[in-house]
């Protein structure tokens, strides 16, 4: 597991994919510090990362990546760490849809494609 803070490739992210589970990263995104920390095994230990890192749970989503995917399908909104039903997201999904804005823009920004 990493945090990247910069720019990761699409190509480390494809080697990443192929090692854990064939065709996806899993991804949690800060939307605060607008970071991301990619390669584990489950949201929950990019999550713990992040926030020994400090970064705030509630600031916290999981995606999953799809390197392979040209089109805007290769982010996937779905993570058990997504249900907060006390910020008002009771789904494993992302229902707020200017959060899902700022995951795609800090996405975009951090993986070079």
Known sequence: MKIVKDKITIGELKEM???MFGNLVKVVVDVE???IAVNGELH???EELLIENSSKPKNLWGINIYP???DENWIEFDSVINLKPHFGNRTRGIDDPKIRKKIIKIVNKLVAR
Do not use: L, T
């Open 17 to 19: 994919a192929k090692e």
């Open 44 to 46: 929950s230990d990019e």
């Open 33 to 35: 510090k607008e970071i």
């Open 68 to 70: 392979e995917i040209k």
